[in-house]
C-alpha cells in the first residue's frame, strides 16, 4: 500500500470514528483514535489523536497518550499533547489532570491541570492551565527594551522554577532555551485564527527577557512581574503576514506593575508596549528609579526604547511634566 493509500485510509476510518462517536453507540478499548471535528463551513477545525480511547459515557471518552491538533487554514498549526485526557467532541471540551505540553508556532507551553474549549461558531479554540504553568517564545523582545540602551547587565534573583510537580516524575522541559519566557498560576491560550494568538496570565505572573546582545560573560535580561498580563503574537489586524506569525506584537500587564531593566527599576498599576510603537507606557502611581539619577514620579511615564528617553507626565491631565534625559548619554562613573 503506498504512503498516499495510508493516508487516505486513516482519514476514512477517523472519518467513520468521529460519526459513531456522534451516535448511540459507543468505543470500547479502540486503539490508535483518529477523531476529526469540524466547524460550521464542515471544515476540520480541531483533531484528536490518542493511543487507546475508552468510554466514561455516553459521549464522554477517556483517551490514553492523547494529541490535539488544532488547525489554521486546515494546516496543524498547534499540537497538545498530554499523558490522558477526557473528552467531549460533541460539545468540543476536554480535560485533564497531568501535565500538557502545547507546540505552537513561535511558542511552546507547559502547564497542568488543563481545560480545551472549542467555539465553534468563531472557529477558535482556548487551551487553559488552571495551576501554574510557563510559556517559551522563539521571538525575543525588541533589544532596546531588554538592554535599556547600554545599560549594565542585570541579573536579579529570580525563583521562577519554584512550582515543579509531578509528570512521570518530572516536570516536562521546553524543547530548547527560549529568550522570552513567561509564568503564572492561571495561563489561557485563546486561538485567534490567522496566525494570531491571545496570551492571558493570572497570579504571580513573571516575564523573563534576555539580553542575547551581551557583550558581558553574565547573562543580563529584563522582567515584568505584575498580577496579569496579556501577551499577543502576530499582527493585530488585518495586516497580518506569514512573517509575523509567531512574533510578540504586544505586551499589557495590570496590577502591581514592575518593570526591571538594567539600571533602571520603575513601578506602576499598568505597562502597555506594542512592537510597533517602540516604547513601554506605565500608568496609575508611576514610580522611576535610576540608579545614578534618583527617582521621578507622576500618572504617567513614557520610556523610548530607542534613546532611553523617560517623558514623566504627572498631575491632573498631566499638566505637569518632567523630561529625563537619554539614559544612554549617562556617562560612566
Known sequence: MSNYSKIYFLFLAGSLLARETNSTSAIHGAFDVRIPTYDQEGRINWELQAKEVDTVKEGIYLAKEPKIFLLDEQRPATI???????????????????????????????????????????????????????????????????????GEASNPSLDTEGNVSVFNDTEPEFSKDFPTTAYGDKIYLDDLGDGKKRFLLQKDVLIKMKDLESNTSEEGFTTISCDWAEILIGKDGNDSTFDSFGMISQIHALG???????????SADELKWTEDSAQVELLGSAKVFHKKWGEAQGEKIIISEKNGRAEVIGGNEGRSRVLLPALNKIKSE
Open 80 to 150: 497538545a499533547r498530554s499523558n490522558s485526557g477526557v473528552f467531549d467532541t460533541e460539545k468540543g471540551v476536554a480535560n485533564g489532570s497531568e501535565y500538557l505540553l502545547v507546540e505552537g508556532e513561535g511558542f511552546e507551553a507547559i502547564g497542568r491541570p488543563w481545560t480545551f474549549e472549542e467555539d465553534r461558531a468563531t472557529s477558535t479554540n482556548r487551551l487553559a492551565f488552571s495551576e501554574h504553568g510557563k510559556i517559551g517564545f522563539e521571538e525575543e523582545i525588541d533589544s532596546d527594551f531588554v538592554k535599556a540602551n547600554g
Open 256 to 266: 502591581n506593575v514592575k518593570l526591571i531593566q538594567p539600571l533602571r527599576k520603575s
